[in-house]
């Protein structure tokens, strides 16, 4: 008999990656091994500060004690059930939901397991709503890649190698012009990112969503958000809707729900909350015991440390710290809360990027002229003293 094992120790990681990993990323930028609080460690022993979190998913760092005793103990417990049975975590989280985003009682809350399924789900939403399909999304904005949420995503280099495109969604500028010119009664739904994550932290134009949802409550049409980057607490409120005063009906969420743990949710508002009717949509593993215990730890850890209050204190604190470095390759700050988008001159991105890591910090160049940062809800004095070391050691090395 062949002894096809192969010995790991030999091999270097980036080689195993290469051979054992699809394609679909980039070659990864280090082997980690562990982390604590807004830190990581990789193989070497090198220590990183973390101002990425996980693309914004690590709400609470790494290693929280929180999320470790709650899964911990769940894990002993109970990980999964199918969906022909309810546990007490999901109920749990489906009203702590319904709560923070402001849906009350006609809300409704259905679990995935990431951005891209929420995304999913809500474009089903649309199409239940009075057999309308014509959907209306936004330029350069990400709502994910599994077909759906890529037909939902404006940024037509991403769709060119899987086209044709789910029929039916047609974008627009990010105006109150452009939206006013496309919508129409025959509009099953507007679904936008409040601040444009993955074009690089840029919020929508002051007053957009009260015009948006002015519009579509005017013809009919649900205003979806997307949440998955902008919520649970990363803008300074639960959701950044929130700071426009408005209410949707509908709003997408993952990334940092769970701390970590693959969940994803969509929660339905008002009229909205009918359209789905049994067997239109499912998930084997989405709410299952497992996550939603975890999620309910990381919610509950975030409202009574005033983790809300410390994302609106510290995202000043960062921007003032990085324009205070007075450096000719940074151009603005964008965002809002801990989700930031630091804009630098064409080309200097990735080698500001590429330095900083080299100097013990986690960001990331998102573009050629955008670095997003997303620390931990946590972060503190400490730790945004050290990124101001390390971020202006990096600006000056480039």
């Given at each position: 008999m062949t002894d096809t094992?192969?010995?790991?120790?030999?091999?270097?990681?980036?080689?195993?990656?290469?051979?054992?990993l699809m394609a679909s990323y980039a070659p990864a930028l280090r082997l980690l091994v562990r982390g604590e609080g807004c830190w990581v460690w990789d193989d070497e022993g090198t220590a990183y500060l973390d101002f990425l979190g996980g693309i914004a998913v690590n709400s609470l760092g790494h290693a929280h004690p929180v999320v470790v005793a709650a899964a911990s103990s769940q894990a002993a417990t109970l990980v999964h059930v199918s969906n022909y049975f309810t546990t007490p975590s999901q109920l749990e989280l489906a009203e702590r939901l319904k709560r923070i985003t402001g849906a009350g009682e006609g809300g409704r809350v259905y679990f995935g397991n990431s951005g891209a399924e929420a995304n999913e789900a809500a474009f089903k939403l649309a199409r239940r709503n009075g057999g309308r399909t014509r959907i209306l999304a936004l330029k350069n904005a990400f709502h994910g890649?599994?077909?759906?949420?890529?037909?939902?995503?404006?940024?037509?280099?991403?769709?060119?190698?899987?086209?044709?495109?789910?029929?039916?969604?047609?974008?627009?500028?990010?105006?109150?012009?452009?939206?006013?010119?496309?919508?129409?009664?025959?509009?099953?739904a507007l679904i936008v990112e409040p601040i444009k994550g993955e074009t690089g932290v840029v919020p929508l134009p002051e007053g957009y969503l009260a015009a948006a949802r002015r519009l579509t409550e005017r013809h009919g049409a649900l205003l979806i958000v997307d949440e998955i980057q902008t919520g649970v607490g990363r803008t300074g409120a639960w959701f950044d809707y929130q700071h426009a005063g408005i209410v949707p009906d509908a709003v997408t969420i993952a990334k940092g729900i769970a701390g970590g743990v693959p969940l994803s949710a969509l929660v339905t508002f008002g009229r909205a909350s009918s359209l789905f009717q049994r067997g239109d949509h499912g998930s084997t593993f989405g709410g299952n015991p497992f996550s939603t215990t975890v999620a309910n730890a990381?919610?509950?850890?975030?409202?009574?440390?005033?983790?809300?209050?410390?994302?609106?204190?510290?995202?000043?604190?960062?921007?003032?710290?990085?324009?205070?470095?007075?450096?000719?390759?940074?151009?603005?700050?964008?965002?809002?809360?801990?989700?930031?988008?630091?804009?630098?001159?064409?080309?200097?991105?990735?080698?500001?990027?590429?330095?900083?890591?080299?100097?013990?910090?986690?960001?990331?160049?998102?573009?050629?002229?955008?670095?997003?940062?997303?620390?931990?809800?946590?972060?503190?004095?400490?730790?945004?003293?050290?990124?101001?070391?390390?971020?202006?050691?990096?600006?000056?090395?480039?």
């Open positions: 094992t192969t010995d790991t120790t030999t091999r270097d990681w980036r080689e195993r990656q290469a051979d054992d890649r599994t077909m759906g949420a890529l037909a939902l995503t404006g940024k037509p280099a991403l769709q060119q190698a899987f086209e044709p495109m789910v029929p039916g969604v047609e974008h627009l500028d990010s105006t109150v012009e452009a939206l006013e010119v496309a919508m129409r009664d025959d509009v099953a990381v919610l509950e850890e975030i409202e009574t440390r005033d983790l809300l209050g410390n994302a609106a204190r510290r995202g000043p604190q960062i921007r003032d710290a990085v324009l205070g470095m007075g450096s000719s390759l940074v151009t603005e700050v964008r965002g809002r809360g801990l989700l930031l988008g630091i804009g630098v001159v064409e080309g200097a991105a990735q080698p500001i990027a590429d330095a900083a890591l080299e100097r013990g910090l986690i960001v990331n160049a998102i573009n050629s002229t955008s670095i997003r940062i997303a620390p931990p809800l946590i972060v503190g004095d400490a730790e945004i003293a050290e990124f101001a070391d390390r971020f202006g050691a990096a600006l000056a090395a480039c």
